[in-house]
């Protein structure tokens, strides 16, 4: 019963910060040095329950990627941005995916994220002003030049090292680029897609032979619920951050590093 509780818990709380800028990989290492996940794997169960929240995003923006389907030659220079916004992450992922692994994914590293990430919020916020370009502002499309994207592209490498948040990266790429906060969550949501969908197959690819049919069952249960959470949680988060901003997150984020810090 108490594994169950711990699973289902990992899926609420992936499915529910996979969106929140406060890292949803790093809440499910904290989660599970207070509670552990006693099953194999455990590395593995986190990254690919994200599949879940990252259908939630893809049901979210279905429209959007129908449009970039069926018109595909009419925006190609979508594609091009989504190319160099995935590029950076996809060379450093793969030359330092061991290292990332083996060095980053404990508590204490997440904490200095999480505190590191948070002030990297609030001043964003205090200076969003001087940064944000008012043409970029004119239109719903979720598209950016190719400058804005390569640099966004640059911040989600941050996104490696777990606490940081892949969403609170590139929104925070987005912003410093020139991008209003609705525009450049919108586009970290949809660059989600490809990025995190790699990231699950490739370590699945290379733990797939290891897994045992119950890692299967937890993997899909906890897929399962981070889905319908996600699809709750992605509406709140865009409305929350055109409104209030990245600064609550990084109150957030300070407090809870500061916090798992004093536990250790």
Known sequence: MLLFFVIVLNGIIEGLTEFIPVSSTGHLIVLDSIIALEIGHVETFQISIQLGAILAACLHYRETF????????????????????ML???????????SIKALLFHATPVAVALIVGGVAMILVDRFQARLICSES????????????ALMIGC??????????SRSGSTIIGGVVSGLPYKKAADFSFILAVPVIGAAVVYDLLKSASELSLAD?????????????????AINVVLKWIEKWKLTPFGIYRVGLGLLVLLMQ
């Open 66 to 85: 129908r449009v970039i389907v069926l018109k595909c030659r009419e925006n190609i220079s979508f594609f091009k941005a989504l190319l160099a916004a």
């Open 88 to 98: 950076p992450v996809f060379v450093i992922g793969f030359l330092a995916y061991e």
């Open 137 to 148: 502002a004119q239109d719903d499309w979720p598209e950016p030049t190719f400058k804005q």
């Open 155 to 164: 911040f989600q490498v941050l996104s490696l090292w777990p606490g940081m």
């Open 216 to 232: 299967v069952g937890y993997i899909g249960l906890g897929f399962s619920i981070s889905f319908f959470v996600g699809i709750l």
